[in-house]
C-alpha cells in the first residue's frame, strides 16, 4: 500500500530533440518511447519558447518566459549582464521542496550561471559540470572546416559500448537515487535525468549507429528551399554547409537518430525498473526535449536563429497510468512553461506564482478547449543579437525579425515552411491579426523591450502595439 500523499515525479529531459522523432511514421527507433506513448498522453503540437539550451531550460524550471527569469541567452556565451537568472524566482524544485518531495537531478543542468542544483532544493545531484569525462574513440570523424575557425566534428561513430555512455551513466545516477529514496523515506520523490544526446556534434555508439542503413535517410520537403523569400541570415548560415554532400547530410541524421535510440534504450532501463519495483502507477513521467534539431530542413543543421519548427517543435509525453488518459493525442498548442503548472496540479500541489505558463490539464478532457490559444517564443540571437517573437495560432506562424523582413506561413498547407506569405496581399488581415496576438502575449507577459518600441526607427511591425502612451522622452512637449 502506498502511503504518499503526492506521486512520484519523473523528468526525462533530451537535448535538441526533434519531435519529428517520436511520430509513429518516424524512421527513428524509439520503442520505449512508443510504449511511454501508449500509456499517457502525446501533446503533438508543443513548443519551446526559445531554441537554444539555457532560455528553454530556465522556461521548463520557471514556468516563465525568458525576458522574465532573465536567461535570454545561453550561460557560457555572453557576460552576466546579457543574461542572469532572476535570482528570487520560484522554481518547480523549490515548490516541490515545500511539499516534501525528495528531489534528484542527474545529467545536463545548463540553466543558470551557478550551475549548482543545490541552490534548488535539489538534495542529490551530478552534472555535465562536475568533472566528468566520458571517452570517445572517433572512427572517421566528419569535420567541418572555414578558413579562421576551428575544426570542428559534425558526426562521427564510436567504438566505446553504451554502458560507457554519458547518457548511460546519468540514467544509472537516477535509478540509484529513485532506489534509494524510496527504500529509505515514505516521501514522494522527483528526479530529473536529462541527456545531452542527441545534441551535437552527432557522434554516436557503434552498435545504436549500426541499426540505421543511412543511404535509406530521406532528407526533408524542405531540403533544398533556397530561401530567397527568407532573411538574409538564414541564407548566410547554409553556406556554412556548403561543402557537405547529401551523403553527409544522411550521415549525420543516422547518427542523430542513433542517439535517440541511445536515450531511449536508457528510457526502457528506468520504466522497467519502475515496474518491477512496483512505483511505476504512482509515478508520473514527463519526456520532453528542450528545442529541436534542424536536421536537414531547409539545408540547414542544428538550431538557431531560423525560427522553423524543427527548432521549435518539441515531443512532449506525460504518462500517469491510471490517473491521466492513456494511448491519445492532443493537437491542441502547448508550451514547455505549461509543463510545470500542468505537473504541479495533477500532483495535487499548490500552483507557482508569477508565471506565464497555464496547465494543460483541461485539455485532457477536451482537446478543443484551448485550439484557439495562441503559443509564443522568443528569441535574442546569442551573440550575434538576433531579436524574434513567434506566435502561432490556428493554422498560422508568424515571426517577426528586428533585423530583416518578417515571416508568416500556413503551416496547414505549408507544414515545411518553405512559402513565406508575408508578402502575399491575400494575407494581409491574417498579418495583421497575428501581430496583434505578438503584441497581446507582449502585453500580457511584460515583454518591455518589444513593447517599448514606439521610436520612429523600430516601427516596423504589420502593426503596433496599439497602446495609448502620450508621455515619453522622445515626445517631450509634442501634447500639451
Known amino acids: 500500500m502506498n502511503n504518499k500523499i503526492h506521486p512520484n515525479i519523473l523528468f526525462l529531459i533530451t537535448d535538441q530533440q526533434q519531435q519529428s522523432t517520436i511520430n509513429d511514421d518516424s524512421p527513428c527507433?524509439?520503442?520505449?518511447?512508443?510504449?511511454?506513448?501508449?500509456?499517457?498522453?502525446t501533446f503533438v503540437n508543443a513548443r519551446t519558447v526559445n531554441a537554444i539550451c539555457?532560455?528553454?531550460?530556465?522556461?521548463?524550471?520557471?514556468?516563465?518566459?525568458?525576458?522574465?527569469?532573465?536567461?535570454?541567452?545561453?550561460?557560457?556565451?555572453?557576460?552576466?549582464?546579457?543574461?542572469?537568472?532572476?535570482?528570487?524566482?520560484?522554481?518547480?524544485?523549490?515548490?516541490?521542496?515545500?511539499?516534501?518531495?525528495?528531489?534528484?537531478?542527474?545529467?545536463?543542468?545548463h540553466v543558470e550561471r551557478s550551475d549548482d542544483p543545490g541552490i534548488?532544493?535539489?538534495?542529490?545531484?551530478?552534472?555535465?559540470?562536475?568533472?566528468?569525462?566520458?571517452?570517445?574513440?572517433?572512427?572517421?570523424?566528419?569535420?567541418?572546416?572555414?578558413?579562421g575557425y576551428n575544426e570542428r566534428v559534425l558526426y562521427g561513430v564510436h567504438s566505446e559500448p553504451v554502458t560507457e555512455t554519458e547518457e548511460y551513466y546519468f540514467y544509472s545516477r537516477g535509478i540509484e537515487f529513485i532506489d534509494s529514496a524510496s527504500k529509505n523515506s515514505d516521501e514522494p520523490w522527483c528526479t530529473f535525468i536529462s541527456t545531452n544526446a542527441p545534441h551535437d556534434p552527432y557522434i554516436a555508439p557503434q552498435e545504436m549507429f549500426d541499426l540505421y542503413d543511412p543511404l535509406k535517410i530521406e532528407l526533408p520537403e524542405s531540403f533544398g528551399d533556397t530561401m530567397e523569400d527568407?532573411?538574409?541570415?538564414?541564407?548566410?548560415?547554409?553556406?556554412?554547409?556548403?561543402?557537405?554532400?547529401?551523403?553527409?547530410?544522411?550521415?549525420?541524421?543516422?547518427?542523430y537518430y542513433a542517439n535517440c535510440s541511445l536515450v531511449d534504450s536508457q528510457v526502457g532501463r528506468i520504466l522497467k525498473y519502475l515496474d518491477e519495483s512496483g512505483q511505476r502507477e504512482n509515478t508520473m513521467i514527463i519526456f520532453l526535449?528542450?528545442?529541436?534539431?534542424?536536421?536537414?530542413?531547409?539545408?540547414?543543421?542544428?538550431?538557431?536563429?531560423?525560427?522553423?519548427?524543427?527548432?521549435?517543435?518539441?515531443?512532449?509525453?506525460?504518462?500517469?497510468?491510471?490517473?491521466?488518459?492513456?494511448?491519445?493525442?492532443?493537437?491542441?498548442?502547448?508550451?514547455?512553461?505549461?509543463?510545470?503548472?500542468?505537473?504541479?496540479?495533477?500532483?495535487?500541489?499548490?500552483?507557482?506564482?508569477?508565471?506565464?505558463?497555464?496547465?494543460?490539464?483541461?485539455?485532457?478532457?477536451?482537446?478543443?478547449?484551448?485550439?484557439?490559444?495562441?503559443?509564443?517564443?522568443?528569441?535574442?540571437?546569442?551573440?550575434?543579437?538576433?531579436?524574434?517573437?513567434?506566435?502561432?495560432?490556428?493554422?498560422?506562424?508568424?515571426?517577426?525579425?528586428?533585423?530583416?523582413?518578417?515571416?508568416?506561413?500556413?503551416?496547414?498547407?505549408?507544414?515545411g515552411e518553405i512559402k513565406n506569405l508575408i508578402d502575399d496581399k491575400a494575407y494581409d488581415s491574417v498579418k495583421i491579426?497575428?501581430?496583434r496576438e505578438m503584441w497581446n502575449k507582449a502585453r500580457e507577459s511584460g515583454d518591455n523591450s518589444l513593447l517599448e518600441t514606439e521610436y520612429f526607427m523600430y516601427r516596423f511591425a504589420p502593426v503596433g502595439p496599439e497602446l495609448e502612451k502620450k508621455n515619453s522622452i522622445y515626445n517631450r512637449g509634442a501634447y500639451s
Open 230 to 255: 527568407k532573411p538574409a541570415i538564414y541564407r548566410r548560415l547554409k553556406n556554412v554547409w556548403k561543402d557537405l554532400s547529401k551523403e553527409d547530410y544522411q550521415n549525420a541524421i543516422a547518427c
Open 29 to 41: 527507433m524509439m520503442p520505449n518511447v512508443d510504449s511511454l506513448k501508449k500509456s499517457g498522453v
Open 54 to 109: 539555457s532560455p528553454a531550460r530556465a522556461s521548463l524550471m520557471t514556468a516563465r518566459l525568458p525576458h522574465n527569469h532573465g536567461m535570454v541567452d545561453n550561460s557560457h556565451c555572453v557576460e552576466p549582464f546579457r543574461a542572469d537568472f532572476v535570482k528570487d524566482q520560484n522554481t518547480v524544485s523549490r515548490q516541490l521542496k515545500s511539499h516534501g518531495y525528495n528531489l534528484g537531478y542527474f545529467g545536463k543542468w
Open 433 to 435: 491579426m497575428m501581430a
Open 120 to 147: 534548488f532544493g535539489f538534495n542529490e545531484y551530478s552534472t555535465e559540470y562536475h568533472g566528468l569525462e566520458f571517452r570517445r574513440t572517433i572512427k572517421n570523424p566528419r569535420k567541418v572546416n572555414q578558413r
Open 289 to 415: 526535449s528542450d528545442h529541436g534539431d534542424m536536421l536537414g530542413g531547409h539545408g540547414l543543421l542544428c538550431k538557431g536563429v531560423p525560427a522553423f519548427d524543427e527548432s521549435y517543435r518539441i515531443p512532449l509525453i506525460l504518462s500517469w497510468p491510471g490517473q491521466i488518459p492513456e494511448n491519445e493525442v492532443r493537437n491542441s498548442y502547448t508550451s514547455i512553461i505549461d509543463i510545470v503548472p500542468t505537473v504541479l496540479e495533477l500532483a495535487g500541489c499548490k500552483a507557482m506564482k508569477r508565471i506565464d505558463g497555464k496547465s494543460m490539464v483541461p485539455i485532457f478532457e477536451k482537446d478543443d478547449i484551448l485550439k484557439e490559444k495562441p503559443v509564443y517564443a522568443e528569441f535574442f540571437g546569442q551573440r550575434l543579437s538576433y531579436s524574434q517573437r513567434i506566435t502561432w495560432k490556428g493554422p498560422y506562424k508568424y515571426i517577426f525579425n528586428g533585423f530583416d523582413f518578417d515571416e508568416l506561413y500556413n503551416l496547414e498547407k505549408d507544414p
